[in-house]
């Protein structure tokens, strides 16, 4: 067990560029999770990935943002046209749920903060 | 929906002491409820969790939980806090009915004095 890993760990950019975040689940993994977390919060729910398929995504993931699991195993989250409000730290997390709908806990990585200048 | 409150948003303990934490929740059926504890600039550990059965869960580093229905809560307690313990704490519940996403209280931020 490797552990979630988050790529990268930091990034700071101007306002207005784009940014890639990768996460690793881990590897026997189906469900994967984003939060983003802002100073003083907790973290908040973006979207989430069964496989491949993309089930849920918050209404705090607007436009600009668009996340990724193209073969089931990693994930990217991109953010076009950032703004400071996107200032934050963005978790990734991973858990393994059975036919059953069962729930194991989630996992989660390091994260990658993101800082706007 | 579902929501979690965390009242407190900073405790400081001396060393040796016990600790409570409190967590109240709010979601119409019986929920999965977790404790996670997140150092600065670092993810997040998962310290314990309910699902279902014993209301007494006991978790990592000798932190153990109590679900209580009636009072809609499931605060953490540890009977002797060590220093390493200093950190943030996170409660969050999940439903299967909302595709397990976590939904976390505001996090109560632990200061041990020696």
């Known amino acids: 067990d490797t552990g979630v890993s988050q790529d990268p760990r930091h990034k700071i950019t101007k306002r207005g560029q784009n940014v890639t975040f990768r996460c690793d689940p881990i590897s026997e993994h189906n469900r994967l999770y984003w939060y983003r977390q802002t100073l003083g919060q907790g973290p908040e729910f973006l979207t989430y990935?069964?496989?491949?398929?993309?089930?849920?995504k918050s209404r705090l993931l607007s436009d600009r943002f668009s996340a990724e699991r193209p073969k089931g195993s990693f994930s990217t989250l991109e953010i076009q046209r950032t703004e400071q409000g996107d200032s934050a730290m963005y978790l990734c997390?991973?858990?393994?749920?059975?036919?059953?709908?069962?729930?194991?806990?989630?996992?989660f990585g390091d994260g990658t903060r993101l800082s706007i200048l | 929906a579902q929501s979690v409150t965390q009242p407190d948003i900073h405790i400081t303990v001396s060393e040796g002491a016990s600790l409570e934490l409190r967590c109240n929740y709010s979601y119409g059926a019986t929920p999965y409820l977790f404790w996670y504890v997140q150092s600065p600039g670092q993810g997040l550990q998962l310290l314990l969790k309910?699902?279902?059965?014993?209301?007494l869960v006991q978790g990592i580093k000798g932190f153990e939980a109590e679900f209580k229905r009636s009072q809609s809560s499931f605060n953490l307690r540890k009977p002797s806090v060590h220093w390493s313990d200093a950190a943030e704490y996170f409660c969050a519940v999940a439903a299967m009915e909302y595709g397990n996403k976590l939904v976390f209280g505001a996090g109560t931020i632990l200061r041990v004095k020696s």
């Open positions: 309910y699902f279902s059965g014993d209301t």
């Open positions: 990935f069964q496989n491949e398929a993309q089930l849920e």
């Open positions: 997390a991973s858990s393994l749920v059975t036919g059953t709908g069962s729930n194991q806990p989630q996992h």
